[in-house]
């Protein structure tokens, strides 16, 4: 069975400054996607990147980007040029078509962000 | 505006009565899914469906019963809810699953459930 591991259960970064939030996983497959979620306290699931495990280029949304790492298993996010509104609890997710479009989460970190 | 719309958004119940989580999206969404959501567990998959009549186990079912007789409805059914059954839900839909580029996984806002 996958598992996604996030072991920082708590980061914290100051306002304009650049944060990584790290993921590992475990998966036997070579055709799978991976995902950040951001959980602002408002509860809304708001999805933050996409990485398709075929593409070997990182993902990036404006500030936000990916580190893949497809042999080490490794999917860290780095936020740039943080922002108060970044604050949040961050999943990161691992699915399969075949796996009826399933999304394996990891146990979550949260983010604060100082002014 | 398209969205996946859960009710209630709060519920507090007691052990062992019967009680039902709605969710529908407005999306025409062939895929729905059921999670809950627990500290330190991240989400965890209750029950999917991949299309109208086609319901499939998760990775946490037990105690949890879905239907999908139309394409926009997805409710989670509790029929003897108990105390380990305290968590946030979510339900979530997506037009063609994860290959679709541009139909990421929406999620609803969430229902907080209290069994006592």
């Known amino acids: 069975a996958q598992t996604v591991t996030q072991s920082q259960p708590e980061m914290s970064v100051q306002e304009a400054e650049t944060v990584t939030l790290s993921c590992t996983y475990d998966t036997s497959e070579s055709d799978y996607y991976l995902f950040w979620y951001k959980q602002p306290p408002s509860r809304q699931m708001i999805l933050v990147i996409r990485?398709?495990?075929?593409?070997?280029q990182n993902a990036t949304e404006n500030r936000f980007s990916v580190n893949f790492q497809k042999a080490a298993k490794s999917f860290s996010l780095k936020i740039s040029d943080s922002q108060l509104g970044d604050a949040a609890m961050y999943f990161c997710?691992?699915?399969?078509?075949?796996?009826?479009?399933?999304?394996?989460f990891g146990e979550g970190t949260q983010l604060t962000v100082n002014p | 505006e398209a969205q996946v719309t859960q009710n209630p958004r709060y519920l507090i119940t007691v052990t062992g009565k019967k009680l039902t989580v709605t969710c529908s999206q407005n999306?025409?969404?062939?895929?729905m899914s059921w999670y809950r959501q627990d500290p330190g567990l991240g989400l965890r998959q209750i029950y999917y469906s991949m299309n109208v009549e086609v319901t499939d186990k998760g990775d946490v079912p037990e105690g949890y019963k879905v239907s999908r007789k139309e394409k926009r409805n997805f409710p989670l059914i509790l029929e003897s809810p108990s105390p380990n059954q305290t968590s946030l839900y979510f339900c979530a839909s997506s037009y063609r699953g994860l290959s679709s580029y541009n139909s990421p996984l929406h999620f609803g806002n969430g229902t907080r459930l209290t069994v006592t």
């Open positions: 999306m025409n969404h062939e895929y």
């Open positions: 990485q398709e495990a075929y593409k070997q």
């Open positions: 997710a691992y699915g399969k078509e075949t796996s009826g479009s399933r999304l394996t």
